[in-house]
């Protein structure tokens, strides 16, 4: 079935830092979503890209599909003790049995340090 | 807008016991709802997939007389665990979507434990 690697599990980072979270899928996707989970809490929509190639940005985070549709980053510029959280990519297969099921990837716990 | 409570946030209960979890879209119609379980530190496990008014889909290894899913109306699913044992204890997700963007919307989740 449709497997989504993300990584990296954990990434600690000093304030002001960037950050860099990767998703890999082993099937081409429709598209692919980003959520956040803030510590104790539930996962949020963040942006959804449908098209090759698509970069999006909001704010000091800019997310990017592959032109291959298999792999995607988020990026934040300038990490703040805000952006802390587990950040999630969910991809919906391309076709199949599986169409329009999300599968997450296993998630980045961001720390950052003050 | 996109509202999605869940009920209870919290339940402890006995072991051999059943527990019903509430899934509720507050300010849209969901046509499909979504059950998810997360173990601590890790991601989510899509469960089953459920849409108004037929049975519900269930992921490979989801036992499906143990978790009962009833997704009643466009603004309400329900999950039972039937019997619950302590390896059953987990943070229960769920999510409601509509067509079209397809995003999720996520509910805030029931921890439950199983003693």
């Known amino acids: 079935g449709q497997q989504v690697m993300q990584i990296p599990q954990y990434q600690h980072v000093q304030e002001g830092e960037d950050f860099t979270t990767y998703c890999n899928s082993s099937?081409?996707?429709?598209?692919i979503q980003w959520y956040k989970q803030r510590p104790g809490g539930h996962p949020v929509f963040l942006i959804q890209?449908?098209?090759?190639?698509e970069v999006k940005k909001q704010k000091r985070l800019t997310f990017q599909f592959g032109e291959a549709k298999k792999n995607s980053s988020l990026h934040i510029t300038a990490t703040q003790t805000t952006d802390v959280g587990t950040y999630f990519c969910?991809?919906?297969?391309?076709?199949?049995?599986?169409?329009?099921?999300?599968?997450f990837g296993q998630g980045t716990i961001l720390t950052v340090h003050p | 807008g996109a509202v999605v409570s869940q009920h209870p946030s919290r339940v402890i209960c006995k072991s051999g016991t059943s527990v019903k979890i509430e899934c509720r879209s507050l300010?849209?119609?969901?046509?499909?709802m979504f059950w998810y379980r997360q173990f601590p530190k890790q991601s989510l496990m899509l469960m089953a997939t459920?849409?108004?008014?037929?049975?519900?889909?269930?992921e490979q290894g989801v036992e499906k007389d143990k978790f009962l899913i009833n997704h009643a109306s466009l603004t309400l699913s329900t999950l039972t665990v039937t019997s619950a044992h302590p390896e059953d204890s987990s943070f229960y997700i769920c999510?409601?979507?509509?067509?079209?963007?397809?995003?999720?919307?996520f509910g805030p989740g029931t921890r439950l434990t199983v003693t």
């Open positions: 890209l449908v098209k090759s190639g």
């Open positions: 969910a991809g919906r297969n391309a076709g199949g049995t599986s169409y329009g099921k999300l599968t």
């Open positions: 099937t081409t996707l429709s598209n």
């Open positions: 999510s409601a979507s509509v067509q079209g963007p397809y995003e999720q919307y």
């Open positions: 459920s849409n108004e008014g037929s049975k519900a889909t269930y």
């Open positions: 300010d849209f119609q969901a046509t499909t």
